[in-house]
C-alpha cells in the first residue's frame, strides 16, 4: 500500500519532504496487512477523510486526536468524530458541553464534524488506523512520523494554523509547531475522566481570535 499515493495530490506534495521514503514503504505494508486480516477502523475508503475534506492551503486550525474510535461504525476518518446516527462518545459530549458555553453553540444532536472539517478544520489522529475492540493497537508502528510531518508541514507555511492541543500526548507535538506565524493553544484532554484542564478552557473562542489576529477567517463553530 503507498500511503503517499492515496493522499490528495497537494498533500502528496507538501508531506513528502517531511517523509522518510523507507519507513513510510514499511507503514504501507504494516497497514495493507492489517485491513487484509482484521476488521480495522476506520474503513480504509475514509483512512485519509480528514485531508481529502481538508486541503493545506485551506487548513485554518488543527485539532490533534490520539488514535481513532476502536467500536462498530464510529470511527470514519475525523479525530473525535463519530458518524450520523452513532451514539457520541464521552469525549465529545464535553467537547460540545465547553462549545456551549464558550461559543453558544447549542450542543449538537449528531456527533459527525465534517462541517468543521469543510471550513478548514484538520481534525487529524495521532495515529489514522486501529484493530476493532483494541484501543492503541497500531501505535508504534509508524503513524506517528507520517502525522508528525502534516504538523511540520503545516508548520513550514506562512498563513496562520491555530493548533489545538488537548491533553499530555497532543501537547508533546508543540515542540513541532517553530514558525512564529502559528499559535498553538494548548489544554486538558476532553475526557471526562479528566476533571480540570480542558473544561472552562475556552479553546473555540480562543482559536478564533488567534485566526483574526492572523488575518484568517473564523471558523463558524456549529458543526450542523
Known amino acids: 500500500m503507498n500511503l ?27 497497514v495493507a496487512s492489517e485491513y487484509a486480516s482484521h476488521t480495522v477502523y476506520p474503513p480504509i475508503e475514509d483512512l485519509f477523510a480528514a485531508y481529502r475534506l481538508c ?61 468543521w472539517a469543510r471550513q478548514g478544520v484538520l481534525l487529524l489522529n495521532a495515529v489514522l488506523t486501529v484493530r476493532a475492540g ?11 512520523a507520517f502525522t508528525d510531518a502534516t504538523i511540520r508541514a503545516l508548520n513550514a507555511r506562512d498563513e496562520r494554523v491555530v493548533f489545538l492541543l488537548w491533553g499530555g500526548y497532543a501537547k508533546k507535538k508543540a515542540v513541532l509547531v517553530t514558525n512564529p506565524a502559528h499559535v498553538v493553544l494548548e489544554a486538558g484532554h476532553p475526557s471526562p475522566l479528566n476533571r480540570e484542564g480542558f473544561r472552562g478552557a475556552r ?10 489576529d492572523g488575518g484568517r477567517p473564523l471558523v463558524d463553530w456549529d458543526p450542523r
Open 55 to 115: 486541503p493545506p492551503e485551506q487548513t485554518r486550525v488543527l485539532i490533534l486526536g490520539q488514535d481513532p474510535y476502536h467500536g462498530p461504525g464510529q470511527a470514519h476518518g475525523l479525530s473525535f468524530s463519530v458518524r450520523e446516527g452513532v451514539r457520541i462518545p464521552p469525549s465529545l459530549r464535553n467537547i460540545f458541553k465547553e462549545l456551549a458555553e464558550d461559543a453558544n453553540v447549542a450542543p449538537p444532536t449528531s456527533g459527525d464534524l465534517t462541517g
Open 203 to 212: 479553546p473555540f473562542s480562543a482559536a478564533n481570535k488567534a485566526l483574526a
Open 134 to 144: 483494541a484501543a492503541a493497537s497500531h501505535a508504534g508502528k509508524g503513524w506517528e
Open 4 to 30: 503517499p499515493e492515496l493522499l490528495p495530490a497537494q498533500w502528496r506534495a507538501e508531506l513528502e519532504p517531511f517523509l522518510d521514503a523507507d519507513a513510510t514503504a514499511a507503514l504501507g505494508a504494516f
